[in-house]
C-alpha cells in the first residue's frame, strides 16, 4: 500500500456543472483508504482526494487481497472512510467463472464491510446497474427490486447485500456505463475505431447514462463530505443515451467524416447479457442535499479532452 504525500496535486478548477453542495466534514480532515486502487475509478478518486489536501491510503491488486480476513482487517485499521473500488469487472468471463467473481465481489465486499464496521470506519461499496434486468422504461429508484441477468450481475448484487448486512454505516453508489482517463472504455475505443473505418455500426436499443469516472470520484467524496446517511445512492450523469447517440456524439467531437449507424444487440451477441435499460434516478442524492452529476452530454465535452488525450494523431 502507499500512502499519499499530505502536500496536495494541484485542485481541478471549480466546475459548476458537477455541483457543489455545502460541506458537513472537509475531506481533508479524514483519513481514506481506497481499495482496487489501480483501476480507472480509483486512479480519478486519489486525484480528487489529493487535490483535497485528504491523508489517502492506496491499495491496489498487489497490496491487499479482499479475499484474505487478515490482511483486510489490517488494512482498514486507522481510517475513517474506506472506499472499495476493487471489482471482478470482466463481465463476459464471469460467466464461466462465476465463482471467482463472487469472491471479489462479494466475499471481498464482505470483509471489507465486516472489518470497517469492526473498525469503525464508514464504507464506501462501489455498485452497478447490472443488479437490475434492464426492462424498465423509466429510471430505476434506488430502492428498485434487484434482478440480475447476468453472473457478474448476481455477484454484485450479492456483495450489496452482504455490505448492507456487516456494516450499518455504509454508502452503495450504484453507476454505469464509466469511462476515463486512466483506463480501456468505450469513448478511447470508438475514437480508434473512427480513425481506421469509414462507417462504425453502433447497437441502438441498450439505453443508458455515460459516466465520467472523475464525476463519479467527485460525487464519492461530496456525499461523504455531506455525512449523508447509510443507504443506497447512484453515482451515474443526468439524462440518457444509447450506444449509438454517444458515439455520434464522439465522432462529432473528431471531426472525422466516418459515419455512424445504428444496429441492434442481436449483431453484437456476448456472452453475458447487457441491460437494455441502465438509467438511474437519482432522487435520493437531492433528498439529502447533493447535486448529482450533470447531463452527460455536458459532462462529456469537459472530460473528451483529457479522456481521448493520445487516442486521436
Not at 479524514?30 to 491523508?55: I, K, N, Y
Request: charge should be negative; hydrophobic fraction near 45%; glycine fraction near 8%.
Amino acid at each position: 500500500m502507499t500512502t499519499s504525500d499530505p502536500a496536495p496535486a494541484p485542485a481541478r478548477p471549480a466546475d459548476p456543472a458537477a455541483g457543489t453542495p455545502a460541506v458537513a466534514v472537509a475531506a481533508r480532515d479524514l483519513r481514506w483508504l481506497v481499495v482496487g486502487a489501480g483501476g480507472m475509478l480509483a486512479h480519478d478518486l486519489l486525484d480528487v482526494l489529493r487535490g483535497r489536501s485528504a491523508s489517502v491510503v492506496a491499495a491496489g491488486r498487489a497490496e491487499l487481497d479482499v479475499t484474505d480476513p487478515d490482511a483486510v482487517a489490517a488494512a482498514v485499521r486507522d481510517v475513517d472512510v474506506v472506499v472499495n473500488c476493487a471489482a471482478w469487472t470482466a463481465v463476459d468471463d464471469a460467466e464461466t467463472h462465476e465463482a471467482e467473481a463472487f469472491a471479489v465481489n462479494a466475499t471481498g465486499a464482505a470483509l471489507l464491510a465486516r472489518a470497517s464496521a469492526a473498525a469503525g470506519a464508514r464504507l464506501v461499496q462501489v455498485s452497478t446497474d447490472y443488479v437490475f434486468d434492464g426492462r424498465a422504461t423509466s429510471p430505476y429508484p434506488e430502492d428498485a427490486p434487484l434482478g440480475p441477468v447476468s453472473a457478474y450481475g448476481r455477484t454484485k448484487g450479492a456483495g450489496e447485500w452482504a455490505v448492507r448486512a456487516e456494516a450499518p454505516d455504509h454508502l452503495i453508489v450504484r453507476t454505469a456505463w464509466l469511462y476515463g482517463a486512466h483506463g480501456g472504455c468505450f469513448p478511447k475505443t470508438m475514437a480508434r475505431l473512427a480513425a481506421e473505418r469509414d462507417e462504425l455500426s453502433v447497437v441502438d436499443d441498450q439505453v443508458g447514462q455515460p459516466t465520467w469516472t472523475h464525476d463519479l470520484a467527485d460525487l464519492v467524496v461530496r456525499l461523504v463530505e455531506a455525512q449523508a446517511p447509510a443507504g443506497t445512492y447512484h453515482g451515474t450523469s443526468s439524462g440518457q443515451t444509447s450506444w449509438f447517440g454517444f458515439t455520434r456524439r464522439i465522432v462529432e467531437g473528431l471531426g472525422v467524416d466516418t459515419r455512424v449507424e445504428p444496429t441492434t444487440s442481436e449483431a453484437f451477441v456476448r456472452p453475458a447479457p447487457r441491460p437494455a435499460f441502465s438509467v438511474l434516478g437519482h432522487d435520493a442524492l437531492r433528498a439529502v442535499g447533493v447535486e448529482p452529476i450533470g447531463e452527460w452530454d455536458a459532462r462529456w465535452e469537459v472530460a473528451a479532452p483529457a479522456v481521448l488525450a493520445g487516442e486521436v494523431a
